[in-house]
């Protein structure tokens, strides 16, 4: 494989939203990304989405950077739609586990709205976070082996 990374890490304080890049980002287990809209302990504690989705908007016309589509994580070099559910993923320090790939949109999305399409819940993937760590741009990101 080759190498994926952490492009940006991404927060917003309310749902249906964008959300921000940051410099870094605290996550916790039962939590995912501290201060977030999402964080909860929940199966969708933390957002993923591939820089590869938000090019493939770009090339659409769509004015779109990561955090858009409302992904915490925006990642390179990885197929983050086509991993089966329970993959583990190295994020920098931390260890997730993939429970769900893609999900409903929801009505009145601040992006579909913006975009006209969102190509989250297609190729967006939820993890729960199995250690605490802060993640940064640049962090690799590795499959794990059970």
């Known amino acids: 494989m080759s190498h994926a990374e952490v492009v940006s890490v991404n927060i917003s304080l309310e749902k249906g939203l964008p959300k921000t890049p940051i410099a870094e980002g605290r996550l916790e287990p039962d939590v995912g990304l501290v201060g ?54 190295q994020i920098g320090p931390v260890r997730a586990a993939v429970t ?3 999900k409903e949109c929801h009505a009145g999305c601040a992006i ?27 962090d690799a990101v590795r499959l794990l082996e059970d």
Do not use: Y
């Open 112 to 138: 579909r709205q913006k975009v006209g399409d969102c190509i989250m819940p297609r190729q967006g993937i939820f993890v729960r976070v199995l250690n605490a760590g802060t993640v940064r741009p640049g």
């Open 100 to 102: 769900q790939i893609g």
């Open 36 to 89: 977030d809209a999402h964080a909860g302990p929940w199966h969708r504690q933390l957002s993923l989405l591939a820089m590869e989705s938000i090019d493939i908007m770009r090339q659409r016309g769509a004015e779109v950077n990561p955090g858009d589509f409302a992904e915490n994580i925006t990642t390179r070099g990885l197929c983050l739609h086509t991993l089966p559910v329970g993959t583990l993923l």
